[in-house]
């Protein structure tokens, strides 16, 4: 009999290679060394949230005594002693890349992080002028002892500890510096002219800390520093929120999201390999961690900083991701003038259209779509999910016009997308001020789906516009995550699209819809039937296949229906970028099943679900992962793809996947990842995405 860690993966340690596919992509050659100076900072960032959140988490279940085991068996404290070991290897990974190989090659195009010690006298004397008059400012100096306590530290602050020797009674003091890293740059460009090198493309940067702690003295007059050193902690960030007691949804979120600033605990401390015994022992006993959970860091700490480094105005250094098209069914819109107000509409009544961000444009169709309807005197009513927003969103600008234009308009704001409260907050308070009817969804129930709907009167008859998509109405991620979007009129959907919004408004309590696939209503049961269906045809000697497209596999009930479909002779592709619970290749378990992740220029975002069902294929796109909060604890809608065209138009586009043999990773029997030994006939999805999007 198989055991729990023989038939699924520890979605914590699966994550962690998910991460490692981040940090090697960006360690390959073919890459330009900005674009690898990118990946190294995505896979610190994302590391970053991965402790604020995951093993925030875990640390609380270990501390309340919870001993219940994960879906491969372990244990919180089992997991966060495989989360530290296998996290420290991929950090020492990183740094040796970094100051190494990273380091060399930046170098070699002319972009210079050099050390104070580096400079010559002339460039020190403009740093220490640079210091004095654009540092020294926003520096405080915190003093440990017994009338002043050890200062609270901020989650992803970077700070200087140092020991300071009072001349006048021989006593060493503790202090604390916070490094102003929000109000001034991280590295600090010195100009070519103190370089004394007319090349233009030279750029010579010096780290802030570096500078400050060059210039520790200046902090304390009449004392001597003994000695310094650097240190960055990462707190508990998950958003604590009691929703069934609030009165007002809002008013809790905002008090939730200032605990969240005062800081949760610390799960992680970061200090300098070299950091002196004396000033480590006090950051300890200060801030009460355990030494599994310290990280000793030979390179610069909060290497998300590097990204930075990617703004440098060297086009020759960095791959052009600004692409993107009209579609072919919208290229003859009017864009600068209100002229053909319906011209979208009537492109609309004739033909669905299939959207591929960013090889379509999102600023040319989602973002006309809504533009137009806030103008358009036919349109009486706009309906809209909204997740995660752009801080200069265009889309909201256009609800709030078409509030002011006397539309009937309604924005379900998510005030519970982690990390973006405090963005949606504002944009919920300005969106009531302008006259639009804003609800915050289910209680208890994150509002993860992607749809927008527009009423318009025709004809004295009202006709359902609508668009739904797999990634969020923002206008900055739709230029770097691949997501797909269906615009159409299809009236069954449009009926399911309205009783939705009621649901989420609070005016029904609708489980059963027509065609879209509804969490936690109906789609974990319609995923289910779809793979069975697939399992008897199997069995009846008919063709049975399944593609599926997605962000993360967890769900144990799907995994194990995939197991069973692999064993009736079901040939099943999963592409899933993220995490991946399933072993895939295993014998008795899993052969018939392959899985590949795509980690390239832009994120792999899209969702889409493929069921041969003996040539009779059904297609499926929407906001949903294989994952038990997308299928029981949000609200997601998946719609079905019916138009041939374009149901045709996503097999060629998961084929083109399948067949990638460059940005893609094979996942191994073992749970690990390898890539393909590529040859001069590589197949690579988004280059030739790209290449595609260019005959538009």
């Not at 390959?28 to 959140?53: H, R, T, W």
Request: charged content about 25%.
């Amino acid at each position: 009999m198989k055991s729990q860690a023989d038939v699924f993966i520890n979605r914590e340690l699966s994550w962690i290679e998910f991460n490692k596919r981040v940090l090697l992509t960006g360690m390959e050659k073919d890459y330009k060394i900005l674009d690898k100076v990118k990946f190294c900072s995505i896979f610190s960032n994302n590391l970053d949230e991965f402790f604020m959140v995951r093993v925030a988490s875990l640390k609380a279940q270990v501390e309340a005594g919870i001993t219940k085991k994960s879906i491969d068996g372990l244990t919180p404290k089992e997991q966060l002693t495989k989360i530290n070991t296998e996290v420290k290897k991929l950090t020492t990974l990183q740094e040796n890349y970094v100051n190494n190989e990273l380091n060399n090659e930046l170098k070699k195009q002319g972009v210079i992080l050099k050390r104070y010690e580096e400079l010559s006298e002339n460039q020190k004397n403009w740093c220490n002028i640079f210091f004095t008059s654009s540092i020294f400012p926003l520096l405080t100096p915190l003093v440990v002892d017994p009338a002043h306590p050890f200062p609270f530290i901020s989650n992803l602050s970077l700070n200087l500890a140092a020991l300071i020797k009072d001349e006048d009674n021989s006593k060493n003091q503790f202090v604390r510096v916070k490094i102003p890293t929000k109000n001034i740059n991280r590295f600090i460009q010195i100009p070519n002219e103190i370089i004394q090198d007319s090349d233009t493309s030279l750029h010579v940067f010096i780290s802030v800390e570096d500078l400050i702690g060059n210039n520790i003295n200046t902090l304390f007059n009449g004392m001597e520093c003994i000695s310094y050193s650097f240190f960055r902690v990462t707190r508990d960030a998950d958003l604590e929120l009691k929703e069934l007691e609030a009165d007002d949804l809002l008013l809790a979120v905002e008090q939730s999201l200032q605990k969240r600033r005062l800081g949760g605990d610390v799960v992680r401390l970061e200090v300098a390999s070299d950091i002196p015994e004396n000033i480590l022992n006090l950051l300890i006993g200060s801030i009460s961690i355990q030494e599994e959970y310290i990280y000793f860091c030979k390179s610069l700490l909060g290497l998300d900083d590097l990204n930075h480094l990617t703004k440098i105005n060297r086009d020759n250094l960095k791959e052009n991701l600004l692409i993107g098209k009209t579609h072919p069914q919208l290229k003859n819109l009017d864009l600068s003038s209100n002229k053909n107000l319906n011209s979208i509409f009537k492109i609309l009544r004739k033909k669905n259209i299939l959207l591929h961000h960013p090889y379509h444009l999102f600023k040319t169709s989602v973002e006309e779509f809504i533009n137009r309807a806030a103008d358009d005197p036919l349109v009486v009513a706009i309906k809209i999910t909204l997740y995660r927003v752009s801080k200069d969103s265009p889309i909201i600008a256009a609800l709030m016009r078409a509030a002011e234009n006397g539309k009937e308009v309604m924005t379900l704001v998510e005030l519970k997308a982690r990390f973006d409260e405090d963005n949606n907050i504002q944009w919920a308070k300005q969106l009531e001020q302008a006259g639009v009817h804003v609800v915050y969804g289910i209680i208890g129930f994150k509002t993860h789906t992607k749809i927008a709907l527009i009423v318009r009167k025709e004809k004295r008859r009202l006709r359902n516009y609508f668009h739904i998509g797999t990634g969020n109405y923002n206008s900055n991620t739709s230029r770097f995550y691949t997501d797909l979007g269906l615009l159409s009129t299809d009236p069954d959907i449009a009926s399911d699209l309205l009783e939705l919004f009621n649901y989420l408004s609070g005016f029904s309590k609708q489980k059963s819809y027509q065609k879209l696939l509804v969490s936690p209503s109906s789609m974990r049961d319609k995923f289910i039937f779809l793979i069975k269906r697939e399992i008897k045809n199997a069995v009846e000697g008919k063709k049975a296949e399944i593609i599926a497209k997605m962000n993360s596999l967890v769900d144990p009930e799907i995994i194990k229906l995939l197991y069973l479909a692999s064993e009736a002779g079901v040939k099943i592709n999963l592409i899933v970028r993220g995490i991946c619970c399933l072993y895939p290749q295993r014998k008795n378990l899993s052969e018939n099943i392959k899985v590949i992740s795509i980690i390239g220029h832009f994120l792999e975002h899209s969702r889409i679900f493929w069921f041969c069902n003996n040539d009779d294929n059904e297609v499926f796109i929407g906001s949903a992962d294989w994952m038990r909060r997308n299928l029981d604890r949000r609200i997601e809608a998946i719609a079905p793809i019916e138009d041939s065209e374009l149901k045709s138009q996503l097999k060629d586009l998961l084929q083109t996947y399948i067949k990638d043999n460059y940005f893609s990773w094979i996942m191994k029997e073992d749970g690990s990842y390898t890539k393909y030994a590529l040859d001069s006939m590589d197949n690579r999805s988004q280059t030739d995405l790209i290449e595609k999007s260019k005959e538009y």
